[in-house]
């Protein structure tokens, strides 16, 4: 086997001396090979550069494969035809949760069941490093190591690193023809038994690694592959001592010295640190010296870093966007979310917002949804509770939008899972690949057939699984040989760049954090990396690793290999290196978070000074001030028409126009509105016009106890109370027939709710029959006082309005009106006088009706039906609002109502001109505070009542009076 090993400080170096004449020796026989030639590089952002060099200089690789370890495993996999199959992250989750679940007395498999994956990356960690579960310190973490490394066998999965060890198993098989392993350094330790499987795996190999510092671990990884490879032939490094070698040095000695080599840029917002970083791009792209630019975030999925490529983008500046950002749901995958949620929580709110969610999709008949919508509510109302299974056993007949979607048990067997879940899959579309969820699956049942698992348990490993991640990158942004690169530290390392921006060096980014592990200390690592070295065949002076073993990470050893990155990444630098970083949360930006220590230090080393606090502050102002005039105005969205309005709704000398809740000009037919409607404008005209005009309701609260409890009290009152079943007239019952209605029809939806809840495999709760008893209580106590005060014989029950123009004020008030009356009584025999007598129940706090109060807008909706039924039988009407111990006497007349002229003027206006406005500051701090939208720019409360004078003089006269 011909094999060569190099170390490189420079890329530019081992391009002349190693890279270019390696490809040049493969330019006219790779593609003639049985066997594949292979590159593998650390990540997919060396590959790119190397590719770009490579076409830069016209040399051809026709027939090289390019890979990253994870490539590389695939092709190693393939060609070894591996049995098993390799565990993800998301199995490995499962596995835990299911593991821990078996003992959850044990505090520490509790929380591993809870949330497993820092003993995930400990076990990985532990498994890379080539050590069995008793690498682990404490006995309970032991055992539960042992658990998930005999379930991932019984489900036969092996793990990464496994299936690394695995390859390197297959000695004297050659897939590989020739192979380079190019910039891996110390940094790549879990992927060490990778690429000595495939150095074995190889015919010919070129090693050519990254030199570093002199920590054990980078001694450990060149002494290693020297035993595997031979000594190290030569370490490439610079021909000439590059124009930031010396500001290195400082940085990393923490020294200081006057230079003003390093461009800073120290902003209060991100999106400032964004324009700045995207001037300097467009600055240096001008210049003819300037070949490639690293923008270095400290890592993936930045806001920043989102920023900066959406600027870019705008701009058509083309560049590599290596970082991305995280892309917005699909439609599918929002509809899958949803699905999760309904099959969590099991609950009336997300099965509704997943029902709209199909229909919104084509997936679900609307005509259905909306009557289970219906039965699902009412059965809300009597049940009080929002879990499905109890609402479905409540209503008198199958839904089939809840037929179709079948919810899932609370334990079962994998396999019994999968098994209801698959055909809804199936409809919703996600994820894409059926086939690789059902292949993993099965794998995954056969192994825990004989184990019943949580819903929770699967839910979570199916909603990790079909997470599938991704960048989301403009056209621009995908151009892997653009000069401008977006790429993470340890993506630049290793890599030549004439511009580098160290980008967004705020304090716990750079470095990033790294907390030690609770179950896999650096103590522990420290020995057990201890124990994974030997003497190689070189003598005292060199370590290797031990067969079937690596180096673990520990969090103080990746700190300081990524400070000796920076290092070098500034050292390397050819022309210019940037800095920057903005002091204000972009989450908070009221909330000011600090620099890094590493900006600090560079500063230091190029400006001869330590700045604190107070100085990056300075700085920070006097860079927003330049930004401010260097930045013209501009914007997509003309603001005038948007101001114009504002200004006429805070206008407190000008009535209520189209823009506060009013027609533009008068309605057809005028405004029509419901009883209840017409009274709710004297006190949230707003909500009147959404939901009534506009047809915009806020979703349903099921989640409020206490509302919905009051409300169900109410509804099962006035249901009990109605003497009639389809609205015909009947004598007045005596109170022994309406205690004995009540009490049958009360205790009939005790029986139903009870038999819901028990099959439900639930109790009635007591909050429930406490209701029950309040609602009850009130709805003999009415009955008991219409039976002994109120005079008329005859009765009738949810009397509905027709549909009738009704003159309620003769040369006033005329218009259609919508409404249904609780209880109306009427004295039919007389055909002389007839009167009438309308009852309107109330289980809250509302007033008696009188005249001063009807003058100013309560008790409208009582008042209007009292005009409505004078209007069509000609007779005298009184009204009540009757409630739970008052005494029934007739509280206003139809002749008392009709003497409050200027009342209905008012209304009559509204009726014909529609225009309502608003009376409540949509950001009142106290009192009733209805929804409103987000958008809404909110006026403040003596605007509105100037302005509500303004549009209804006759309503606040007759207030007034």
């Not at 409809?427 to 099965?442: K, S, T, V, Y």
């Not at 080393?605 to 013209?632: C, H, I, M, Y």
């Not at 014909?912 to 409103?932: C, E, I, M, V």
């Amino acid at each position: 086997m011909k094999s060569g090993h190099h170390c490189f400080i420079e890329f530019d170096a081992a391009w002349k001396a190693v890279i270019r004449p390696w490809f040049e020796s493969q330019r006219e026989d790779a593609w003639r090979q049985v066997r594949p030639v292979v590159v593998t590089c650390p990540n997919a952002a060396f590959v790119a550069a190397l590719k770009q060099r490579l076409a830069e200089e016209n040399i051809p690789a026709f027939g090289i494969h390019f890979t990253s370890p994870g490539t590389l495993r695939r092709m190693l996999n393939g060609a070894f035809e591996q049995k098993n199959k390799v565990a993800l992250r998301e199995d490995l989750h499962l596995l835990a949760r299911v593991a821990a679940e078996s003992d959850p007395d044990l505090p520490l498999w509790k929380s591993v069941a809870a949330e497993p994956s820092s003993f995930i990356r400990a076990f990985d960690a532990l498994d890379g490093g080539g050590w069995s579960a008793d690498g682990l310190a404490d006995q309970a973490a032991r055992r539960l190591a042992e658990e998930i490394a005999n379930k991932l066998g019984d489900c036969g999965l092996m793990t990464v690193r496994q299936a690394d060890r695995s390859f390197g198993n297959n000695t004297g098989t050659r897939v590989i023809s020739n192979w380079m392993a190019l910039g891996f350094s110390s940094g790549d330790w879990p992927e060490f038994q990778l690429l000595k499987a495939a150095y074995k795996s190889s015919e010919h190999s070129m090693l050519c690694f990254r030199a570093e510092g002199e920590r054990p671990a980078p001694a450990s990884w060149t002494g290693s592959w020297e035993e595997i490879a031979g000594p190290v032939e030569d370490y490439l490094g610079t021909e000439a001592e590059r124009h930031y070698t010396q500001l290195a040095d400082d940085f990393a000695s923490h020294s200081t010295a006057s230079r003003n080599a390093v461009t800073f840029h120290i902003a209060h917002h991100l999106e400032t640190e964004a324009t700045f970083i995207v001037r300097e791009i467009k600055q240096h792209l001008l210049k003819k010296d300037i070949k490639r630019i690293a923008v270095v975030l400290p890592r993936r999925f930045t806001t920043l870093g989102r920023e900066v490529a959406l600027k870019l983008a705008e701009a058509e500046i083309p560049h590599h966007d290596q970082a991305g950002h995280r892309p917005a749901q699909s439609a599918k995958q929002s509809l899958f979310s949803k699905w999760i949620h309904l099959q969590q929580t099991q609950r009336l709110s997300p099965f509704l917002d997943f029902s709209n969610a199909l229909t919104s999709q084509g997936l679900g008949n609307i005509s259905e949804v909306q009557s289970a919508k219906r039965h699902l509510v009412n059965a809300f109302q009597n049940a009080q509770t929002e879990q499905l299974n109890v609402l479905s056993a409540l209503v008198d007949k199958p839904l089939k939008p809840v037929m179709d979607w079948p919810l899932l048990p609370a334990d079962a067997s994998f396999a019994e899972f999968s098994e209801v879940i698959a055909p809804q899959l199936e409809r919703i579309g996600w994820p894409e690949d059926q086939n690789a969820l059902l292949e993993r699956i099965e794998s995954l049942a056969e192994g825990l057939a004989e184990q019943s698992i949580s819903r929770n348990i699967f839910l979570k490993w199916l909603t990790e699984v079909a997470d599938i991640p991704g960048r989301s990158r403009a056209e621009s942004g995908r151009q892997p040989f653009a000069p401008v690169q977006i790429l993470t530290l340890d993506e630049a390392s290793g890599q030549d760049w004439d511009c580098v921006i160290l980008a967004g060096m705020t304090h716990g980014e750079w470095p990033p954090e790294s907390p030690e592990s609770a179950f896999l200390t650096e103590a522990r690592i420290r020995e057990l990396n201890r124990r994974a070295l030997k003497t190689g065949s070189q003598g005292e002076g060199q370590e290797v690793v031990a067969n079937d073993r690596t180096l673990i990470p520990g969090a103080v050893d990746d700190a300081t290999r990524r400070e000796e990155l920076l290092t070098t990444l500034v050292a390397s630098t050819r022309k210019q290196v940037i800095a920057t970083v903005s002091l204000r949360d972009p989450m908070e930006p009221s909330m000011s978070r600090g620099a890094s220590e590493w900006i600090v230090r560079l500063i230091a080393a190029d400006r001869d000074t330590w700045p604190n606090a107070e100085t990056l502050e300075g700085w920070a102002v006097a860079t927003e001030t330049a930004f401010k005039s260097q930045t013209p105005y501009r914007t997509t969205i003309s603001f005038s028409e948007i101001q114009r309005v504002n200004k006429s709704r805070s206008d407190s000398t000008k009535p209520f126009d189209a823009y506060s809740f009013g027609f533009e000009s008068p309605p057809e037919g005028g405004l029509v509105l419901s009883a209840s409607q017409w009274e709710n404008i004297f006190n949230r005209p707003a909500t009147v016009w959404y939901q009534s005009v506009l047809m915009a309701r806020p979703p349903e609260d099921f989640a409020s106890d206490e509302s919905s409890a009051v409300m169900a009290r109410g509804t099962w009152t006035h249901a009990w109370l109605n003497p009639t079943s389809s609205g015909e007239w009947r004598a007045k019952p005596s109170l022994k027939e309406w205690t004995q209605q009540i009490e049958k029809r009360a205790n009939t939806l005790r029986a139903e709710v009870a038999e819901a809840f028990s099959v439900a495999e639930r109790a009635l709760p007591a909050w429930w029959l406490s209701d029950w008893s309040i609602a009850r209580r009130m709805a003999l106590d009415l009955a008991a006082a219409l039976v002994n005060e109120a005079t008329l014989p005859s009765v009738t029950g949810e009397y509905t309005l027709p549909n009738n123009d009704f003159n309620l004020v003769p040369g006033i008030l005329k218009m259609p009106l919508r409404g249904r009356i609780d209880l109306l009584l009427s004295d039919r025999s007389n055909q002389t006088n007839p009167c009438y007598q309308i009852v309107d129940f109330k289980t809250g706090s509302h007033q008696p009706l009188s005249i001063t109060r009807l003058a100013k807008g309560e008790g409208i909706q009582a008042a209007l039906y009292a005009l409505a039924i004078r209007s069509i039988e000609g007779a005298s009407v009184s009204a009540t609002i009757l409630k739970p111990g008052d005494t029934f006497t007739e509280q206003i007349t139809d002749e008392d109502a009709i003497g409050l002229s200027r009342l209905w003027a008012g209304i009559a206006t509204i009726h014909q001109k529609g225009q309502l406005g608003d009376l409540k500051a949509a950001d009142a701090n106290y009192g009733f505070a209805p929804q409103r939208p987000l958008a809404e720019i909110a006026v403040p409360k003596r605007i509105l009542d100037a302005k509500w004078r303004l549009t209804h003089p006759d309503l606040v006269e007759e207030s007034n009076t």
